[in-house]
């Protein structure tokens, strides 16, 4: 069911983006205005929902986005569409903290599998979250992976698609 009301995301992790996870260079904090503004954008064009993967990398930086933005925008929502609960297992304790942090600060979270099953969670969350979506904001660097096979899906889909260059 394709709502026009929502806008998904999908990017990056942090390991594949020119500053890696230093998000204090330029390139980066480019990056953030650039996102910020887009989102800006499909707030006006009145769309309410957000769904964010809540992954390491451009996810996250999404989430921490939106929920900045709803301090001036009080009726968006930002959903949390997480692949299994235990997601963030292997991932650095500051990471972790960040994630759990955020996971307090969102409206909601759809999670697919309690346990990671491989590779088609991250597929099934991602294919969730375009079906729930018209509009998707993009972190790609042009590469094959899993951020441009959503891309496709989201095309695919009828999906209004806004690319982001990292």
Not at 86 to 113: F, H, P
Request: aromatic share 10%.
């Amino acid at each position: 069911m394709k709502t026009n009301e929502a806008v998904c995301f999908t990017g990056h992790r942090s390991q594949k983006l020119p500053w890696r996870f230093n998000e204090n260079d330029e390139r980066c904090m480019t990056m953030k205005v650039v996102l910020r503004s887009e989102i800006e954008k499909a707030i006006k064009r009145g769309y309410r929902t957000f769904y964010c993967g809540m992954a390491i990398g451009f996810d996250m930086i999404c989430a921490e986005t939106v929920i900045n933005l709803k301090k001036h925008y009080s009726d968006i929502r930002i959903i949390g569409a997480l692949p299994c609960r235990t997601q963030d297992i292997k991932w650095s304790g500051r990471d972790r903290e960040r994630y759990r942090n955020l996971l307090t600060q969102l409206d909601g979270v759809r999670c697919i599998y309690d346990e990671y099953i491989g590779a088609e969670c991250m597929l099934e969350r991602n294919r969730f979250m375009v079906n729930n979506s018209s509009l998707m904001i993009a972190l790609f660097n042009g590469l094959s992976g899993g951020t441009k096979s959503t891309i496709d899906y989201a095309r695919s889909q009828g999906l209004e698609t806004i690319i982001i260059k990292p």
